[in-house]
């Protein structure tokens, strides 16, 4: 069982709809959450991250934590054509995110016009 | 701040070669990390290094790679010598404590 699981899409979704990316983890004593987005051919770029139970948002962006399921989603309101990439989930133990992090495979996500 | 800075881009090499992939991380970052990326596998912990100390390499695939972090400012990863398998993209990022990484451009690593 891989250790965060996510599903590799693709993801289609119209434009100004909303994209739901979900990703669930194998260890219950993880404690920091990421979502990283990365464009074809470039690096991973941080984008959120949440530490405790409940909703964070940012601007467009949505991070939902339930630790008892040990589930993440990532909400993107009103998508955007800017917004097709791959999204990556990324776990990590420690409170800070500055130790090392289990990614997922990512989720191809395309935003239709 | 230049972010962190990889080197080279692209390297395309023939097998059994010594392939050395370079990084600098941004300045004050006391953490580094080597990733390595392929479709089938995606993005894989290799090691990592605080304080220029190595804490885990339990990701190094086998012997023929190394890494050494010789001061705050850089890190090489070698792989010595390459196989085709090893073809990949490689990734360096570094951290300062606050939240998640900042990732390098990346190293495409071509060996034939």
């Known amino acids: 069982q891989k250790e965060v699981e996510q599903n590799s899409g693709p993801l289609s979704v119209p434009e100004g709809a909303i994209a739901s990316l979900n990703c669930t983890y194998s260890d219950r004593g993880s404690q920091s959450f990421f979502w990283y987005r990365q464009y074809s051919g470039k690096s991973p770029e941080l984008i959120m991250f949440i530490y405790s139970n409940g909703d964070k948002e940012d601007g467009r962006f949505t991070a939902q934590l339930n630790k008892a399921s040990q589930y993440v989603s990532l909400l993107i309101r009103d998508s955007q054509p800017s917004d097709s990439a791959t999204y990556l989930c990324a776990v990590g133990i420690s409170n800070f995110g500055n130790e090392k992090l289990t990614f997922g495979t990512g989720t191809r996500l395309t935003i239709i016009p | 701040d230049a972010g962190v800075i990889q080197s080279p881009r692209h390297e395309v090499t023939e097998m059994g070669q010594e392939v050395t992939l370079r990084c600098k991380p941004i300045s004050g970052h006391d953490y580094l990390f080597w990733y390595r990326q392929t479709m089938m596998r995606g993005l894989e912990l290799l090691i990592y290094?605080?304080?220029?100390?190595?804490?885990?390499d339990s990701g190094m695939p086998e012997d023929r790679f190394s890494a050494k972090m010789p001061n705050a400012s850089f890190s090489t990863l070698k792989i010595q010598p390459s196989e085709p398998r090893d073809s990949a993209v490689y990734f360096c990022?570094?951290?300062?404590?606050?939240?998640?990484?900042?990732f390098g451009s990346g190293t495409r690593l071509t060996v034939v």
């Open positions: 290094f605080n304080n220029n100390v190595p804490i885990d």
């Open positions: 990022a570094s951290s300062s404590g606050t939240a998640g990484y900042t």
